[in-house]
């Protein structure tokens, strides 16, 4: 199997500032699998704190599309994504935001709900896209 390990910055920065034991994409033949991420803010780094659930998924997804035009692919190219989030009260607007995203021929996609995360944020979306 060939696999690469793709750097994104400066996500992969911000993932050994908390010491993740994982890669921001991998690339495998004409397959990138996206990590999910928390909400980043872009100017310092650190997870976004207080911010709305709509916020907090337009950096996820705002993130994913880094992540995925540096592995040379793009968000018309995702074929699932996987959505974790801590309330299915949030479904609603999460799937609004989602929709802006992918606002036509959407990829397969599920919605699951976590009990909590390692830090102070409500959701992370992965994702699998050809190149």
């Given at each position: 199997?060939?696999?690469?390990?793709?750097?994104?910055?400066?996500?992969?920065?911000?993932?050994?500032?908390?010491?993740?034991?994982?890669?921001?994409?991998?690339?495998?033949?004409?397959?990138?699998?996206?990590?999910?991420?928390?909400?980043?803010?872009?100017?310092?780094?650190?997870?976004?704190?207080?911010?709305?659930?709509?916020?907090?998924?337009?950096?996820?997804?705002?993130?994913?599309?880094?992540?995925?035009?540096?592995?040379?692919?793009?968000?018309?190219?995702?074929?699932?994504?996987?959505?974790?989030?801590?309330?299915?009260?949030?479904?609603?607007?999460v799937?609004a935001?989602?929709?802006?995203?992918?606002?036509?021929?959407?990829?397969?996609?599920?919605?699951?709900?976590?009990?909590?995360?390692p830090?102070?944020?409500?959701?992370?979306?992965?994702?699998?896209?050809?190149?």
């Amino acid at each position: 199997m060939n696999r690469q390990m793709i750097r994104v910055e400066p996500l992969s920065s911000y993932l050994e500032r908390w010491k993740a034991p994982t890669s921001a994409a991998t690339r495998s033949g004409d397959t990138i699998y996206v990590s999910g991420f928390p909400p980043f803010d872009p100017d310092t780094g650190d997870v976004i704190e207080g911010a709305s659930i709509e916020r907090q998924a337009e950096l996820v997804l705002e993130q994913m599309k880094l992540c995925l035009e540096t592995a040379g692919s793009s968000l018309e190219n995702v074929l699932k994504c996987n959505v974790y989030c801590t309330s299915v009260e949030k479904f609603a607007a999460v799937n609004a935001v989602y929709g802006r995203y992918f606002p036509s021929d959407p990829p397969a996609r599920i919605f699951v709900c976590v009990p909590a995360w390692p830090g102070p944020f409500d959701i992370e979306i992965d994702c699998v896209a050809a190149v």
